[in-house]
């Protein structure tokens, strides 16, 4: 039996051809590749990295390579998709139980800073892709329209609680405050802007807390 499935287009969408594994043993070798495709990637960058290498640094033939991937933009897509599933950290309140609305938003970009910190290099590869590849561009889009949806929605529970401004729109603002922790995560973790993390998230957070015009003392309460 073969070891592995046709998935369509993909989790991403990125290829028609893209095949996940049958078995454990495929499975095995298919996030070897990746966690090598990673490797490769920090180290060389997009356009210098090579199948070769991938297939070399995972300990399997370049035919291994394509039995789980069509070329080196399909296992890159497999690798953005990954990191997009570490970094959004979905359900905050329900899994640390705060209620406290400041305290959630801080937990929040905290919990994306630290992710962003540990995917660093691999940002910097993302955003050297989408200049060359509009599929990466698209999917860029997709990672962050993920966290602005998810803002979004916090927002509009704030407001339905009484607790933050009524006369801001929540998909405009959850966009606006969105770009704003990823755009000051980038010029930390990927530029080397000297920032004291700790002093960044604080910043972050008070800024959010102005904007929304957020009200002390309140708890956000569960529907």
Do not use: C
């Amino acid at each position: 039996m073969s070891d592995r499935v046709d998935s369509g287009s993909g989790a991403t969408g990125s290829s028609p051809g893209r095949v996940l594994p049958r078995t454990e043993r495929g499975e095995r070798k298919r996030a070897a590749l990746i966690a090598a495709a990673r490797e490769v990637f920090e180290r060389d960058g997009y356009l210098d990295a090579k199948i070769a290498d991938i297939s070399k640094a995972a300990g399997a033939s370049s035919g291994s390579f394509y039995t789980y991937f069509d070329g080196k933009d399909d296992v890159f897509a497999a690798l953005v998709e990954q990191v997009g599933r570490e970094m959004l950290h979905p359900h905050i309140k329900a899994r640390t139980g705060v209620t406290d609305p400041r305290a959630l938003i801080d937990a929040a970009n905290r919990e994306y800073l630290v992710a962003y910190e540990k995917n660093a290099r691999l940002m910097a590869v993302f955003d050297e892709a989408q200049h060359f590849n509009p599929e990466f561009r698209r999917l860029r889009l997709e990672r962050a329209n993920s966290f602005v949806l998810r803002n979004a929605k916090l927002i509009r529970e704030l407001q339905q609680a009484g607790v933050a401004s009524v006369e801001l729109d929540p998909l405009i603002t959850a966009q606006a405050l969105s770009g704003m922790v990823s755009r000051m995560a980038a010029i930390v973790f990927v530029q080397g802007q000297r920032i004291d993390v700790d002093e960044l998230a604080i910043t972050l957070t008070q800024l959010w807390v102005n904007a929304l015009q957020l009200r002390p003392s309140q708890v956000l309460r569960d529907k």
